[in-house]
């Protein structure tokens, strides 16, 4: 597991589930207005101001499926597993407010493993303003489960889907693609090194690769992207976050929006840390950034008429455009072949 506290070592047990929450959630104090009462009670009391709408998004994630204790730093766990939740409030063009969490703990976990999940959590509130308003723990059989709900706002009206792209509309996305995908390779890779090597002082080989490391074990939330969008007067016709991989969200946005589309594979933004890690693994570059997930970057449509504001927008780069939808989604590359886009980025089933 990748904490390891010898100091101190408090068994669940000693607490009792609701002496554990009371522990977890005492030094989570209220700061939006909407956080009428959090945790303490039998629900938490959320107020919806006028002008507003309520969004309300939830993320499961599962050892083994979603997450390796073996790797994965607990505190580093809880920051993205509410971190993610922020980001898809912000892709419907929303501000993340209140969470709840639950967890399902094995009983290999001890109450320090659980702080330092719950430190991970205050410090993703801390950072992006939201307030921690309720939850529950249970015993689990299956290892560590970490269920987060948040809710958010946004102005009436002004809340962004999947379904609005329109022909001719621009293709945009925030900051670059692979680099999480990229991480997490390298991160199963020294793992893997380090269990053939049976040296127990074993250290892993980061150095030149904490960009990737970090996008991988501790993302982002665009909050950044969507203030300047809305500084620039743009509301982006749809838009979604890149969790499962930029081929898939663009099929969704086809999809769902009955569109086409064409995106340029020399206009795809690759960090130069994801460049080298896909060379040293001998994987094909694009399809990382193509495929790879959990970049957990901003990919969203405008009109035409905004490709200025666009341009001067720093962190986010045009990659394409919208098309009727007889002509299918495509990426065209570097030198003009057109190949159909597929869906192979993460699947959960």
Not at 233 to 244: C, E, F, K, Q, R
């Amino acid at each position: 597991m990748a904490e390891n506290n010898k100091e101190k070592v408090t068994e669940i047990s000693q607490l009792g589930e609701f002496g554990l929450i009371d522990h977890l959630t005492k030094d989570f104090p209220l700061k939006n207005e909407s956080s009428v009462l959090g945790v303490g009670d039998d629900a938490a009391i959320i107020d919806v101001p006028e002008g507003k709408e309520a969004l309300v998004t939830t993320d499961l994630l599962l050892e083994g499926i979603h997450f390796d204790v073996r790797y994965v730093p607990l505190k580093h766990l809880g920051y993205k597993a509410a971190v993610v939740n922020f980001s898809d409030v912000y892709a419907m063009n929303g501000t993340p407010k209140q969470i709840t969490v639950s967890l399902g703990v094995s009983s290999r976990f001890t109450v320090e493993h659980i702080e330092q999940i719950y430190a991970g959590i205050r410090l993703a509130c801390e950072n992006y303003g939201v307030d921690l308003v309720g939850g529950d723990t249970s015993a689990s059989q299956t290892g560590l489960v970490i269920s987060i709900t948040c809710l958010g706002e946004v102005e009436k009206g002004k809340a962004v889907k999947r379904s609005g792209a329109k022909e001719t509309d621009l293709i945009c996305v925030s900051g670059d693609l692979g680099a999480a995908y990229m991480g997490l390779q390298l991160l199963e890779r020294e793992n893997q090194v380090a269990a053939q090597s049976g040296d127990p002082n074993f250290q892993p080989n980061f150095a030149g690769k904490e960009y990737i490391l970090e996008r991988q074990l501790k993302p982002e939330a665009r909050k950044d992207i969507i203030e300047k969008l809305n500084a620039a007067g743009i509301i982006p016709t749809s838009m979604m976050d890149v969790s499962d991989g930029l081929s898939s969200e663009l099929l969704h946005i086809c999809k769902s929006s009955d569109v086409g589309c064409r995106v340029y594979e020399d206009r795809i933004p690759i960090d130069y840390q994801t460049a080298v890690m896909a060379e040293e693994l001998n994987m094909n570059l694009v399809t990382a950034a193509m495929n790879g997930g959990e970049d957990y970057e901003l990919l969203f449509t405008v009109p035409l008429t905004d490709k200025d504001k666009i341009e001067k927008i720093e962190g986010v780069k045009m990659i394409g455009y919208i098309t009727k939808p007889s002509l299918g989604a495509a990426l065209i590359t570097r030198d003009g072949q057109e190949f159909p886009i597929k869906a192979q980025g993460w699947q959960a089933f």
